[in-house]
């Protein structure tokens, strides 16, 4: 991800700002909240009448969606726990349940404590804050192999009990030892608030997001559709202003023969994926897979609003050789995009098509999604077969990135990678995966199930740090002195 993201243009981040409230008619019921410091004074409220009733009129639910707006706005900016919130709602709740049966409290006031949720799930609920379309699988925390919930547990005596991880790395190794399965316990128990029940529930989740339901919601924006179906802007004459400038914009077919992008409903992606600390002092690092749209103009295409999150790859540690299993459903969609499916416009239905682009990530995360070895490994390059020669064991001593003789390279082919691709996929022993990676650099990746996707060519090499961050920037200083 590219660092200090403006992800609102606007520069206010709040939920309850004035862009992000109802625009409909009836009347503005605004909850202002002050913050009373040890100064503020509250005899300006003793003349107040002890029996007047506080008046509501007819917005009860609404004050009660915007108050909900405001906890969690809280709860984001302090990052408050899931469990404070709920005990918070619960006394709340039952602190408006005793104002009840006071005297003084009118049939409106009492309707909008009757409104008010009294546990957390109920909070989300009312403001649908957990209607999202997020397919959940259960990961597993040893292999990342990835199960339907669903298939994660089985009855017994009334009972339900936790399945175990069944991935077998190499199911066809000539020793019996080594096609063991996994054996990872998916699920957990949990108690109830009162400790009278324990339910399942899974260790980690992962979340993924279909991406023809995430398309749809953009092609739904009549504004958007404008945009999207005109396509980039051009640049200058000669010049690469933009992906419609170079090579692969014009030259990429479909599944037909025909140039992709001379339909404007033929959409492109850049996809990246990243990981990042979601919390302060805690080595815990997540993970998210995301895209845009290159048909977009530039100035749209990366705003956090026309982005699309693929999925969120759970922690507390990122897989260590490759993300196969979280990019597998995503992988399936692109297959039956690619063949086009129909979509909603405004009053009508059309055909869209579409197809993965570009890989944009650091050097990590593009090695472990496009199936290659570490950029630190001998043959770590991921666009030749340049050789790095280490003084001693990998790893204990600084690669040799030197001898820049470009005549000697020889290009990396990409029909020859996805070869070397599935003969990894297909090693029988951890040996043969091994010979696979030291001698060609080249390990299994999901995409190379695209039938067009390039997956030599169609990778950045880090742009983040590259241009975001001057790498490239410090490093031709250095040249230069």
Known sequence: MAPEENFNDNGNDDPMSEESSDTDDTPDHRIDAEVLDDTDSCDEFEDTPQNESIIFDDGNEKIIIMLMYQLFA???????????MGILL??????????????????KLERTIELFPSSLFLAKKKINLENNSFVKYVSCGKCHSIYKPEDCYYEKDGKRESHCCTHVPYPDHPQARFREPCGETLMKSVSSGDGKKNYLHPKRLYCYQPLKQSLQNLISRNDLREKLLGGPSKGPEGVLFDTIDGKFWKEFKDNNGEIYFKDPRNLGAILNIDWFQPFDGVEYSCGVIYMALLNLPRELRFRWENI???????GPNEPSLNVNSYVKPLVDDLLTLWQGDMFEEKESRAMYKFALCCVSSDLPATRKLCGFVSYNAKQGCSKCFKQFEHDGPVGTTKTDYSGFDEENWTERDPKEHVRLAFKHKAAKTLAEAKETERDYGVRFSELCRLPYYDPVRCHLIDPMHCLLLGVAKNTLKIWIK
Do not use: E, R
Request: avoid cysteine.
């Open 308 to 314: 699309t999150t693929v999925g969120i790859i759970p």
């Open 90 to 107: 619960k006394l709340f709740h039952s602190f408006l349940t005793q104002l009840k049966s006071h005297d003084g409290v009118d049939d």
């Open 74 to 84: 809280l709860q984001t900016t302090y990052s408050i726990s899931d469990n404070v």
